[in-house]
């Protein structure tokens, strides 16, 4: 008797676990948070993310039809056609029409996938104009251009294990020149404003992704990707990651994309501009009295 009492002790504990743990992952799922987009990616904060979004679910929703479909066959099978005591199975040598019905229902699928993918694709790949309220600004005519050619350039540079962001339509010639304003890590853009990232790599491989403002994009040593965002509202902070194995410190390359107004951002750029060019003269200052004194 008292091992029968020892023996059932510790199968409540695993039933005891098991329901706290069932009842712990529920609580999680039905959290505000765990809801919100549960099967979905988050809406965007740029038109080309709401675009990718929008491809996103249209697959996902397709997928999930025929999921269940297939699934739910396979179940009416299972449970319809149970194998019975002392029954002989019958030999099926295979279904001419079901299977002709079900090839061309996938190649029907993938035709119907296609050309919703080509239909998006150019308002994923082409930049829009800037909104009426934002930053009105030309650049070369070498990038990725909205119709009316107006739009923010920023050159980000990835080197392990941070991200630079230099601004300027010269951004690629003269991104470490200290002749343009620039930061590391946190990017400040102004909303309502065509944003056109020209991305390289000055050591390895790294990726440049903010979910939320659209696709990742490699950068690559001797090679400039390109990709752009509009962010709408200001106020707004994106937080991103480098998406691309890059060694040791790859988990902390982080990335920030800060949304200001317009206004905001000119005078922001205004104080980088002059701190870069205190710092400069600081800089000439100081190699000029190591000259003088023979340390360099």
Same mark, same amino acid.
């Given at each position: 008797?008292?091992?029968?009492?020892?023996?059932?002790?510790?199968?409540?504990?695993?039933?005891?676990?098991?329901?706290?743990?069932?009842?712990?992952?529920?609580?999680?799922?039905?959290?505000?948070?765990?809801?919100?987009?549960?099967?979905?990616?988050?809406?965007?904060?740029?038109?080309?993310?709401?675009?990718?979004?929008?491809?996103?679910?249209?697959?996902?929703?397709?997928?999930?039809?025929?999921?269940?479909?297939?699934?739910?066959?396979?179940?009416?099978?299972?449970?319809?056609?149970?194998?019975? %005591?002392?029954?002989?199975?019958?030999?099926?040598?295979?279904?001419?029409?079901?299977?002709?019905?079900?090839?061309?229902?996938?190649?029907?699928?993938?035709?119907?996938?296609?050309?919703?993918?080509?239909?998006?694709?150019?308002?994923?790949?082409?930049?829009?104009?800037?909104?009426?309220?934002?930053?009105?600004?030309?650049?070369?005519?070498?990038?990725?251009?909205?119709?009316?050619?107006?739009?923010?350039?920023?050159?980000?540079?990835?080197?392990?294990?941070?991200?630079?962001?230099?601004?300027?339509?010269?951004?690629?010639?003269?991104?470490?020149?200290?002749?343009?304003?620039?930061?590391?890590?946190?990017?400040?853009?102004?909303?309502?404003?065509?944003?056109?990232?020209?991305?390289?790599?000055?050591?390895?491989?790294?990726?440049?992704?903010?979910?939320?403002?659209?696709?990742?994009?490699?950068?690559?040593?001797?090679?400039?990707?390109?990709?752009?965002?509009?962010?709408?509202?200001?106020?707004?902070?994106?937080?991103?990651?480098?998406?691309?194995?890059?060694?040791?410190?790859?988990?902390?390359?982080?990335?920030?994309?800060?949304?200001?107004?317009?206004?905001?951002?000119?005078?922001?750029?205004?104080?980088?501009?002059?701190?870069?060019?205190?710092?400069?003269?600081?800089?000439?200052?100081? %190699?000029?009295?190591?000259?003088?004194?023979?340390?360099?």
């Amino acid at each position: 008797m008292r091992s029968t009492v020892n023996d059932a002790t510790p199968r409540h504990r695993r039933r005891l676990g098991l329901f706290l743990a069932l009842a712990l992952g529920c609580l999680l799922i039905l959290a505000p948070d765990a809801l919100a987009n549960f099967l979905t990616p988050k809406s965007g904060g740029s038109p080309n993310a709401n675009q990718i979004d929008s491809l996103y679910k249209i697959v996902l929703y397709i997928a999930a039809v025929v999921f269940v479909g297939v699934e739910g066959a396979l179940l009416y099978s299972v449970l319809k056609f149970r194998a019975k %005591r002392g029954a002989v199975a019958a030999q099926i040598h295979g279904n001419t029409r079901l299977e002709i019905g079900w090839t061309v229902a996938a190649g029907l699928i993938l035709v119907v996938l296609t050309v919703v993918t080509f239909v998006k694709l150019p308002s994923i790949i082409d930049p829009p104009n800037s909104g009426s309220s934002g930053l009105v600004l030309s650049a070369s005519l070498t990038e990725p251009t909205p119709p009316n050619g107006h739009r923010l350039t920023v050159c980000v540079q990835g080197r392990q294990f941070i991200w630079r962001y230099t601004y300027g339509s010269g951004c690629l010639n003269n991104a470490f020149a200290g002749k343009l304003p620039y930061s590391y890590q946190q990017m400040v853009v102004p909303a309502d404003t065509t944003i056109v990232l020209d991305i390289q790599a000055s050591d390895v491989i790294h990726s440049w992704w903010v979910p939320s403002l659209g696709g990742k994009v490699d950068a690559v040593p001797g090679y400039t990707t390109y990709t752009w965002f509009k962010a709408p509202h200001p106020g707004a902070l994106y937080h991103g990651q480098c998406a691309q194995l890059c060694g040791r410190n790859h988990a902390a390359m982080t990335a920030l994309v800060k949304v200001v107004s317009p206004a905001d951002f000119t005078a922001w750029l205004n104080q980088q501009q002059q701190a870069i060019q205190a710092a400069n003269s600081q800089v000439y200052q100081l %190699r000029q009295i190591l000259t003088a004194e023979n340390q360099l």
